[in-house]
Antibody, heavy 118, light 107 residues
Framework: EVQLVETGGGLVQPGRSLKLSCVASGFTFSSYWMYWIRQAPGKGLEWVSSINTDGGSTYYPDSVKGRFTISRDNAENTVYLQMNSLRSEDTATYYC???????????WGQGVMVTVSS | DIQMTQSPASLSASLGETVTIECRASEDIYNGLAWYQQKPGKSPQLLIYNANSLHTGVPSRFSGSGSGTQYSLKINSLQSEDVASYFCQQYYDYLYTFGAGTKLELK
């Protein structure tokens, strides 16, 4: 059974940093791209970052480029999201997702809440 | 970036009814489209990928169709457990984008 468990969320002041983790199980982690997607309270979904199987290629939308960094440790079956220079508009539930084939998430974690506020 | 315009924003339907949700892409996405269902307080779950392929375990009353820039999700014989929000997502372009969502309620 595929399981994705996110941790690391919480309340953080604007301009500070936070690092999210997502531990995967139930599949061969090193064979799949992984994603982070977020959802602001009461809003829709926004893709935040992608990472390929060996971590050599990463992608971000303009809204987080230069502030967020996705990485992975295939030995630990874990994908990370380092978030720097956080803003109030980064307040959201952050989900990690496993790639199904070519760009969609076939399994998602339960999500972790990040609140950016002074 | 490819923009995804989803309609309607909300929808009220009766049990047993057939419901259709639409997504229009700002350019051809060559069937690189997925549909997700999100129930209140839960994480999104994949329903459809590659525009018309049913994900494992998804009931056959859900179906996807379309091509080019126009895509749709159809739910036949609406059940109470289908009350949820639905989102489309394009993945033809590596800068993935989602539709704004459709909230489906029971009439």
């Amino acid at each position: 059974e595929v399981q994705l468990v996110e941790t690391g969320g919480g309340l953080v002041q604007p301009g500070r940093s936070l690092k999210l983790s997502c531990v995967a199980s139930g599949f061969t982690f090193s064979s799949y791209w992984m994603y982070w997607i977020r959802q602001a309270p009461g809003k829709g979904l926004e893709w935040v970052s992608s990472i390929n199987t060996d971590g050599g290629s990463t992608y971000y939308p303009d809204s987080v480029k230069g502030r967020f960094t996705i990485s992975r440790d295939n030995a630990e079956n874990t994908v990370y999201l380092q978030m720097n220079s956080l803003r109030s508009e980064d307040t959201a539930t952050y989900y990690c997702a496993k790639d199904g084939d070519y760009g969609y998430g076939d399994y998602w974690g339960q999500g972790v809440m990040v609140t950016v506020s002074s | 970036d490819i923009q995804m315009t989803q309609s309607p924003a909300s929808l009220s339907a009766s049990l047993g009814e057939t419901v259709t949700i639409e997504c229009r892409a700002s350019e051809d996405i060559y069937n690189g489209l997925a549909w997700y269902q999100q129930k209140p307080g839960k994480s999104p779950q994949l329903l459809i990928y590659n525009a018309n392929s049913l994900h494992t375990g998804v009931p056959s009353r859900f179906s996807g169709s379309g091509s080019g820039t126009q895509y749709s999700l159809k739910i036949n014989s609406l059940q109470s457990e289908d009350v949820a929000s639905y989102f489309c997502q394009q993945y033809y372009d590596y800068l993935y984008t989602f539709g704004a969502g459709t909230k489906l309620e029971l009439k």
